[in-house]
């Protein structure tokens, strides 16, 4: 494959993992607004923690979706499954921004929101470990910690487009009472347009030279038989992704809120700040990855865990208490550098660690199945623990998960010095 063509397919993939986090992300940034048209009159912790569920609930589905797009993609293609997960989100985010409220067809509403968000949760849990494969697969061998670091690009772009429209509709457009009234419908229908064109770049991705070896020259089945004869692997896997999921939910999606909900910024406020350290987050990735591809992946890993486990409840406490925006703005920033040691290559190290007829579904699998117990739950556990008065708790639940995270990447092997991505381990 020739250079600009690998170029042109990483750039429809990306593209692609864009648009579907921004339709996921556009859930979490306007749920302040959405949260009183589809449940009755409350606190606003209370229906904060009713849209939380449902997120949550989403989340919850995301192991259906690694599990059926990921064997998907790992029979009929990685293009296959990455057309499909799109086209499922476009019609989750559709949904949503037709729906009537609570005050128009009553208990239907909440049920339909939760119906639209399962759809956007199958779609999101096979568009995962199809978009890793398939960017580590096309990234060059001595280049894979960059390349395979846009995904996670494309996330956090996806969540700063969904705070970008927020902050342009909040500042610019709409009044907040045109907001609260019909005003959050107009993501829902922007993400569901773009979607639709995503589906049209994807179509004219290439597929990678793995999948297409692995089709002629192999007869092995990708299905969670095959995945269980890989149990260190999935394991790593899973121990990994508890702590970076956590740290990555509490410290973009839920930030918003807290800093609303316990520090006191207003709305409009707590926007800008997360949109800016999201921006310094977002460009940090490919620099970081890089970095990985000469000092490995083991070392990433240990210095996210390290830092994590150290410095999450001194960094969460210090947001909770109200200082200047720039100050806020600083620690939110120092939290995210932490993250980062997962993030930035969270997809390669995966990647590297399943034979290509297996790649797809052992990436996105365990990592469903985690996220939804871990990040899904992040923003329900922090409010619960808000609303029974021991809101520090959640603290330390994230350090917690961040040394577990610690433990295993002090006791794994390098995935870049054992990769199956190479001929040798396949």
């Known amino acids: 494959m020739t250079f600009s063509r690998r170029l042109r397919s990483i750039f429809s993939g990306s593209v692609g993992n864009l648009v579907e986090y921004f339709d996921w992300y556009v859930y979490a940034a306007f749920s302040f607004y959405f949260a009183p048209k589809f449940f009755p009159a409350g606190d606003q912790t209370a229906q904060l923690m009713n849209t939380a569920g449902i997120f949550a609930l989403g989340f919850l589905v995301r192991p259906l979706g690694g599990w059926l797009l990921g064997s998907y993609a790992d029979r009929r ?140 020259g192999s007869a092995r089945k990708s299905n969670l038989r095959e995945l269980a004869r890989h149990p260190r692997e999935v394991g790593i896997v899973v121990a990994l992704t508890a702590g970076g999921t956590l740290s990555f939910y509490t410290f973009t999606t839920y930030m918003q809120k807290y800093l609303v909900n316990t520090t006191g910024f207003s709305k409009d406020d707590a926007t800008l700040i997360s949109s800016l350290a999201l921006l310094v987050f977002m460009v940090i990735q490919p620099i970081v990855g890089l970095l990985s591809d000469y000092v490995g992946r083991r070392l990433m890993l240990i210095a996210f865990g390290a830092l994590a486990t150290l410095f999450t409840v001194p960094i969460l406490s210090a947001l909770a208490v109200k200082q200047s925006m720039g100050v806020t703005l600083l620690w939110y920033i120092a939290a995210l550098l932490i993250t980062t040691g997962y993030t930035s290559i969270n997809a390669i190290f995966k990647a590297e660690l399943f034979p290509v007829h297996i790649r797809a579904l052992g990436v996105g699998f365990p990592f469903a199945v985690t996220v939804s117990l871990f990040g899904g739950t992040a923003e329900y556990i922090a409010l619960w623990l808000k609303s029974i008065g021991h809101e520090s708790w959640f603290y330390y639940y994230v350090s917690a998960c961040a040394a577990v995270s610690l433990i295993v990447a002090l006791c794994m092997k390098d995935t870049k010095a054992t990769s199956r991505m190479d001929a040798g381990h396949a």
């Open 77 to 216: 293609g990685r293009k296959a499954a990455l057309l499909l997960s799109v086209a499922l989100m476009c019609l989750g985010s559709l949904i949503i921004a037709c729906l009537p409220g609570y005050d128009e067809i009553g208990v239907l509403a909440p049920v339909l929101l939760l119906v639209a968000r399962l759809l956007q949760g199958i779609s999101l849990g096979g568009e995962y470990g199809s978009s890793a494969t398939y960017l580590s697969e096309m990234a060059t061998p001595n280049r894979r910690g960059f390349y395979s670091s846009f995904q996670y690009v494309t996330i956090i772009l996806g969540q700063l487009l969904a705070l970008g429209l927020l902050i342009v509709l909040q500042r610019f457009v709409l009044t907040s009472e045109q907001l609260h009234d019909w005003g959050w419908r107009i993501p829902f229908l922007i993400g569901s347009g773009i979607a639709a064109l995503a589906i049209w770049l994807r179509r004219n991705m290439q597929e990678t030279d793995s999948f297409n070896d692995h089709r002629s």
